[in-house]
T-cell receptor, first 112, second 113 residues
Framework: GENVEQHPSTLSVQEGDSAVIKCTYSDSASNYFPWYKQELGKRPQLIIDIRSNVGEKKDQRIAVTLNKTAKHFSLHITETQPEDSAVYFCAARDFGNEKLTFGTGTRLTIIP | DTGVSQNPRHKITKRGQNVTFRCDPISEHNRLYWYRQTLGQGPEFLTYFQNEAQLEKSRLLSDRFSAERPKGSFSTLEIQRTEQGDSAMYLC???????????FGNGTRLTVT
């Protein structure tokens, strides 16, 4: 089955700087890669996703890049703000399989 | 659209007791998922429904766990003879079609004492 590894487990960034979180996956058939943000005691919320036919996707301060050959994808947050502090999870799923496999999460702290 | 609703939010039970959780998906979402999340970990897949049919179950779902979605709308997850290792956040999610993003509920936090 799919295995998703996520790094780093914790990340502290000065407000205004950029943050990068990286994930690798094992199943070359995976073709859908979402990122979720989870604040303390709240539900995971989708912030951005990318499919394997695209190498990069941007939404305002958030971007995701995908390298299918290397089987890794990354989340980039620019101009970080205190409200970006949360736990971020990457995930992977292959076409025709409804099961999302999640990484272990990255706790991002934005230092004012 | 009020989002995915889960009840109760918290459940404390003694070891050996049975518990049941409920999930109401976003209306018209025919796919419903149950995940379990323990502290410091990502959500782990438990099971998935398309309408009323349970199409996939994880090996994590032991014989003590059973899930139903009798009318293709709300779903229940029952854990029989609870164990301390069952303590976790149980998350429900729904999606409208295959390949669509999952929308999660706020979860039910289970504590087994």
């Amino acid at each position: 089955g799919e295995n998703v590894e996520q790094h780093p487990s914790t990340l502290s960034v000065q407000e205004g700087d950029s943050a990068v979180i990286k994930c690798t996956y094992s199943d070359s058939a995976s073709n859908y890669f979402p990122w979720y943000k989870q604040e303390l005691g709240k539900r995971p919320q989708l912030i951005i996703d990318i499919r394997s036919n695209v190498g990069e996707k941007k939404d305002q301060r958030i971007a995701v890049t995908l390298n299918k050959t290397a089987k890794h994808f990354s989340l980039h947050i620019t101009e970080t703000q205190p409200e970006d502090s949360a736990v971020y999870f990457c995930a992977a799923r292959d076409f025709g399989n409804e099961k999302l496999t999640f990484g272990t999460g990255t706790r991002l702290t934005i230092i004012p | 659209d009020t989002g995915v609703s889960q009840n109760p939010r918290h459940k404390i039970t003694k070891r050996g007791q049975n518990v049941t959780f409920r999930c109401d998906p976003i209306s018209e979402h025919n796919r419903l998922y149950w995940y379990r999340q323990t502290l410091g970990q990502g959500p782990e897949f438990l099971t998935y429904f398309q309408n009323e049919a349970q199409l996939e179950k994880s090996r994590l779902l032991s014989d003590r766990f059973s899930a139903e979605r009798p009318k293709g709308s709300f779903s229940t997850l029952e854990i029989q003879r609870t164990e301390q290792g069952d303590s976790a956040m149980y998350l429900c999610a729904s999606s409208p079609t295959s390949g669509s993003p999952l929308h999660f509920g706020n979860g039910t936090r289970l504590t087994v004492t």
